[in-house]
């Protein structure tokens, strides 16, 4: 990687997950392999370039591995890593946070106060 990480663990983590489409792309990749086009199908509105340096970046740090397939066509498959499955847990607490403490719908709690 160009730049070190930072010394505190939840910097490390929300440079690593930095913006939207990261956490999306391992939400997806907790329910197995998916290839390149699977992954922009489950994620409307993403563009591929930016879908491909999020897969690199996580290839780099060792969150995903890339396996190419010597087949015609070519298929490429992109698989959570141990540490990448590991991140199920904190998919599951921010989940369980938004339920009891985020609104659906409407305007956040207090905001009309």
Do not use: N
């Amino acid at each position: 990687m160009e730049h070190p990480l930072p010394e505190c663990p939840i910097a490390r983590f929300l440079t690593v997950l930095d913006g939207p489409w990261a956490t999306l792309i391992v939400r997806e990749l907790l329910t197995g392999p998916k290839r390149f086009t699977e992954l922009r199908a489950a994620l409307p509105g993403i563009s591929p370039k930016t879908l491909s340096s999020r897969l690199r970046r996580f290839v780099l740090i060792g969150l995903v591995t890339r396996t190419a397939y010597p087949e015609v066509p070519p298929r490429v498959e992109y698989r959570l890593t141990p540490a990448g499955t590991r991140l199920q847990v904190v998919f599951d607490a921010m989940a369980a946070w938004a339920e009891q403490d985020l609104p659906r719908t409407g305007s956040a709690r207090g905001a009309d106060r």
